[in-house]
């Protein structure tokens, strides 16, 4: 695959990025049955940072490259601290599911809106300081330093890490769910028929976050392998393409994050759905409104014709 076809898949993605999470972040917003779960907010959050990751990656490369002088440091700089917030993110929802699957009074009694807040918080804050205000000017004093020890420290924390705790929980709530899920249908019909509701809500949500935690895993094993090559400058051939492989990953990462919400957690869904719904019946009552307007024009070609 060329550099070229490379880009344009790349800016597709980019685009979808920044449209879906948006459309996403609008639908739990507008909705207060939809604010008032505590896994939301993690999806609220992880989706503003997936849309700056969209955001910094190939529209500033492409206004510095043609229009602007633009500081790829501090740019750059800025680019994995929304990475790495991304990440960060992602790992408090799952620990946060991992807890509601493994411990669930404890999540019920212990987690409270307030260690969701504080979650989040820290999600955001940890990777600006360590990647934006530690890192970046210890690169601009002591590079060599900084890429020699500060640099696999990072990948470590925010890279390697997270990959191992990720696939650790989603493991382990697999697991246990399939468990859980043949102690359900050993117990009485009339007591499963009481729990029928909740129990199809959390295994969309567990659906759902398994699916982003895997599909995370997935694309960054790859930003792990380059990251590898890149610190320690092993022997990895093609760079470049390496790169741009690299860069599709991650931007791909974020992209198909707000499907997974749209389509497998059920609350979202039933809202996109209902949208959706909406501005078809708006858009078929405008259509009724104006009903002669299509056999009018059809007829006045018919009359030019003949």
């Not at 820290?122 to 360590?130: F, G, I, K, R």
């Not at 890490?161 to 468990?179: E, G, Q, T």
């Not at 990251?227 to 690299?246: P, R």
């Not at 059920?266 to 959706?276: A, C, F, P, T, Y």
Request: hydrophobic share 50%.
């Amino acid at each position: 695959m060329s550099p070229t076809l490379f880009k344009i898949i790349a800016w597709i993605l980019t685009i979808t990025t920044l449209f879906g999470n948006c459309f996403i972040i609008i639908i739990i917003v507008s909705r207060k049955r939809l604010r008032s779960s505590k896994l939301n907010w993690f999806i609220i959050s992880l989706a503003v940072a997936d849309f700056l990751v969209g955001l910094s990656f190939y529209p500033p490369l492409f206004f510095c490259e043609r229009w602007f002088s633009c500081h790829t440091r501090l740019m750059k700089s800025f680019r994995w601290i929304f990475i790495y917030s991304s990440v960060c993110n992602l790992c408090a929802m799952t620990v946060d599911r991992y807890l509601a699957i493994t411990s669930p009074i404890y999540h019920r009694t212990k987690v409270s809106e307030r260690v969701v807040v504080m979650s989040i918080t820290l999600s955001w804050v940890v990777p600006a300081v360590l990647r934006g205000v530690v890192f970046t000017p210890l690169y601009y004093v002591h590079e060599h330093k900084a890429l020699k020890y500060g640099l696999p420290i990072l990948l470590v924390i925010f890279e390697a890490l997270p990959c191992l705790l990720i696939l650790f929980a989603v493991v382990r709530i697999s697991i246990i769910a399939k468990r859980q899920k043949l102690q359900r249908r050993n117990k009485s019909k009339g007591r499963a028929n009481q729990t029928k509701d909740e129990n199809q809500r959390s295994s969309t949500a567990l659906r759902m976050i398994l699916f982003v935690a895997f599909f995370f895993i997935f694309c960054y094993l790859f930003e792990v392998y380059y990251a590898t090559c890149v610190t320690f400058s092993t022997s990895c051939k093609d760079m470049e393409i390496l790169q741009l492989i690299q860069r599709f990953f991650l931007i791909a990462n974020s992209a198909v994050n707000p499907f997974a919400y749209a389509y497998l957690k059920r609350d979202i869904k039933e809202e996109v759905i209902r949208k959706i719904s909406v501005l078809c019946r708006k858009r078929n009552s405008e259509l009724n409104a104006h009903p002669n307007t299509e056999p009018d024009v059809q007829s006045v070609n018919l009359d030019e014709i003949l």
